[in-house]
């Protein structure tokens, strides 16, 4: 059974600094994809990050570019958001979320596994 666990959420002033993990288990994909997506009281699952595993190319939101990025650790099969220079609009729930072909996409229905979720809020 493949599950995606995200940890790392909590509450941080602007202009601080967060890393969300995705730890994925229960598979044995050779390759896969892994995205961040984040859903708030208005908008449902924006994208934010992508990558795929046997790749270093990475993808990301434009409202994230240059602070955010979406390192690996292949020894244990996750995946981060480290999440720098925060601000209030990216207060929301965060949720890792995998493909199990490698293939990047920045929409949700390209995703077959989903983590629960985990909060992150940004005070000004």
């Known amino acids: 059974q493949v599950q995606l666990e995200e940890s790392g959420g909590g509450l941080m002033q602007a202009g601080g600094s967060l890393r969300l993990s995705c730890a994925t288990s229960?598979?044995?994909?050779?390759?896969?994809?892994v995205a961040w997506f984040r859903r708030t009281p208005w908008k449902d699952r924006e994208f934010v990050a992508a990558r795929s595993w046997s790749s270093v190319n990475t993808y990301y939101a434009d409202s994230v570019k240059g602070r955010f990025t979406i390192p690996r650790d292949n020894a244990n099969n996750t995946v981060y958001l480290q999440m720098n220079s925060l601000k209030p609009e990216d207060t929301a729930v965060y949720y890792c979320?995998?493909?199990?072909?490698?293939?990047?996409?920045?929409?949700?229905?390209?995703?077959?596994?989903w983590g629960q979720g985990t909060q992150v809020t940004v005070s000004s």
């Open positions: 229960g598979h044995t994909f050779s390759n896969y994809a």
């Open positions: 979320a995998l493909n199990r072909f490698g293939i990047v996409g920045m929409t949700w229905p390209n995703y077959h596994y």
